[in-house]
Nanobody, 124 residues
C-alpha cells in the first residue's frame, strides 16, 4: 500500500488543458504500475490511462487517445496526466491508483492503493 495525493484539477472550458499530478509517499514508487481512473456523477469508475514502472509501457482508453498523456517521474515519486483538447464528457473526479506488479490492467480491482480524487469540470 502506498499513499497517493492528487492535485491539479479544476474548471476549464472545452478545448483547454489541465495537468493532474499524483504524488506518492512510498519509497518504492518505481516498483508500481500507476493508473488514472475517473468517475462521473451517476456512473461507475472507469479506466483512463496507465503506465508501467519504466515508462516504456502506456495504455489509454479509446476516448482519450491522442488527447491525454500519462507520464511519471520516479525520482519525484509522481505520476502525471496531461489532458489536452478537453471535452465536457471528460468532467469527472479523477483518481490515481497504484498496482504492485509490472503488468498494466484496466480493472479497478487490479489496483490496491487509491488517492482521494480531484475534480475536473469542463464546460461547453
Amino acid at each position: 500500500q502506498v499513499q497517493l495525493v492528487e492535485s491539479g484539477g479544476g474548471f476549464m472550458q472545452a478545448g483547454g488543458s489541465l495537468r493532474l499530478s499524483c504524488a506518492s509517499a512510498g519509497r518504492t514508487f518505481s516498483h508500481y504500475t500507476m493508473g488514472w481512473f475517473r468517475q462521473a456523477p451517476g456512473k461507475e469508475r472507469e479506466f483512463v490511462a496507465a503506465i508501467g514502472w519504466s515508462s516504456v509501457n502506456t495504455y489509454y482508453t479509446d476516448s482519450v487517445k491522442g488527447r491525454f498523456t500519462i507520464s511519471r517521474d520516479n525520482a519525484k515519486s509522481t505520476v502525471y496526466l496531461q489532458m489536452n483538447s478537453l471535452k465536457p464528457e471528460d468532467t469527472a473526479v479523477y483518481y490515481c491508483a497504484a498496482r504492485n506488479t509490472w503488468t498494466i490492467v484496466v480493472a479497478t480491482d487490479g489496483y490496491g492503493s487509491w488517492g482521494q480524487g480531484t475534480q475536473v469540470t469542463v464546460s461547453s
